[in-house]
């Protein structure tokens, strides 16, 4: 077999298709964890999206405020204290905040590669958005602290306590914006975050054939192990003494009066998961008479229009309960098309970069650049070789 054949069938192809992917491309897949990470970070690390961040503080001044857990508790300030302290540290985060915008703008200046792509690869790095909004909303939470501080709004000694936790955190995320505006500011740094960006959209173009190629070859596994045979193409498409089940859009509405044959899907869809596992049951439960064919469906696979998934001899008796147990089965939800030109645009720019940077005769900049195209490459054949 092409892959050790599982004891069990999975009730998700897709988490059996992720780790598949980390055995088989372990350097282009990364961990769950990791992934996660990435992901999470990433979903901040945006000029819109960074506004996350408004809400996340709030909600820390609120668990102060009403919730009180224990470890916003260790320190104890009386009123009179927190009035001060109040202003003091309003004051103190403003002027922090003014001297790391002058920096900031004054290493951007300094940026050896002034283009649009390089501001955009240094604010990604840096993680400008994301912290420009934490102490900004910290600054002005700080300051309508102070403002309504003799009412009953609020209790000035746990908003200070709040505060000041929210305050250290800032502090170390100034420390690691100026760490890494020294760095980015390096040509070596700039062009090991480009590789990065560069082998990111390598991965994220792959990303979506790899899990249909896979996903296909686990389901071959899994289906034909239950007696099913793969049919072709053109016995799909072509009238036969089969009935089909086809897939179901997971918006559609169907009832017990509705025609098991051929289901038009009227907008594009993905596959996002199949429970094989359930399918098996269900089919082989009915004890199948004759030859009946299955077709191989791809996690993350596109469909448009009917997509039949299985050809039953008729000669065999499904009922229509059992037939919508079985398209239960496949998981779908809408097509959102991917924008290529904005998921290319790091390759893109590397490409016409080592053109510009040849005419300029910069050989070490030349050589860092085909050292992430031969990466690019390197991960393109790492691919196809396992697909």
Not at 46 to 53: A, T, W
Request: one cysteine or more; proline letters at 2%.
């Amino acid at each position: 077999m092409w892959v050790k054949k599982h004891e069990f069938m999975s009730r998700s192809l897709r988490k059996d298709v992720s780790e598949l992917c980390k055995q088989k491309l372990p350097k282009v897949f990364e961990s769950n964890f990791q992934r996660k990470l990435i992901n999470l970070a990433s979903l901040f690390n945006h000029k819109h999206r960074g506004l996350f961040v408004i809400p996340v503080v709030l909600v820390f001044y609120l668990l102060g405020q009403f919730i009180k857990p224990s470890f916003l508790q260790i320190l104890h300030i009386d009123a009179s204290t927190a009035f001060l302290l109040i202003d003091q540290r309003a004051s103190n985060m403003a002027t922090i905040f003014s001297v790391t915008l002058v920096v900031i703008g004054w290493l951007i200046t300094n940026l050896s590669i002034k283009e649009s792509l390089s501001y955009q690869l240094m604010f990604k790095r840096i993680y400008l958005y994301p912290i420009f909004y934490f102490i900004a909303t910290l600054i002005a939470s700080l300051v309508c602290i102070s403002l309504f501080r003799n009412t009953t709004i609020f209790s000035a000694p746990d908003a200070i306590v709040s505060a000041s936790y929210l305050i250290v955190g800032a502090i170390c995320a100034i420390t690691f914006l100026f760490r890494r505006l020294i760095q980015v500011i390096d040509d070596n740094y700039f062009f090991d975050s480009l590789e990065k960006e560069v082998l990111r959209e390598v991965y994220a173009l792959n990303y979506n054939a790899v899990y249909v190629a896979y996903g296909k070859k686990l389901y071959d596994e899994h289906i034909s192990s239950i007696g099913i045979s793969a049919g072709s193409t053109s016995f799909f498409s072509k009238e036969n003494n089969h009935f089909r089940i086809s897939i179901v859009p997971a918006d559609s509405k169907t009832n017990d009066e509705t025609s098991i044959d051929d289901i038009l899907n009227e907008e594009p869809i993905i596959v996002k998961d199949v429970n094989t596992e359930k399918i098996a049951k269900l089919l082989s439960s009915s004890q199948l008479k004759n030859q009946n064919y299955y077709k191989s469906v791809g996690i993350f696979e596109k469909i448009i229009g009917s997509f039949p998934v299985f050809e039953i001899h008729k000669d065999n008796t499904l009922t229509a309960r059992k037939i919508k147990r079985i398209q239960s089965c496949y998981k779908t939800k809408s097509y959102q098309p991917r924008q290529e030109a904005e998921e290319n645009i790091y390759t893109e720019y590397l490409q016409s970069r080592i053109v510009q940077e040849v005419k300029n005769g910069k050989k070490k900049n030349v050589e860092a650049m085909l050292r992430t195209m031969r990466k690019v490459y390197e991960m393109d054949d790492i691919i196809k070789s396992n697909l």
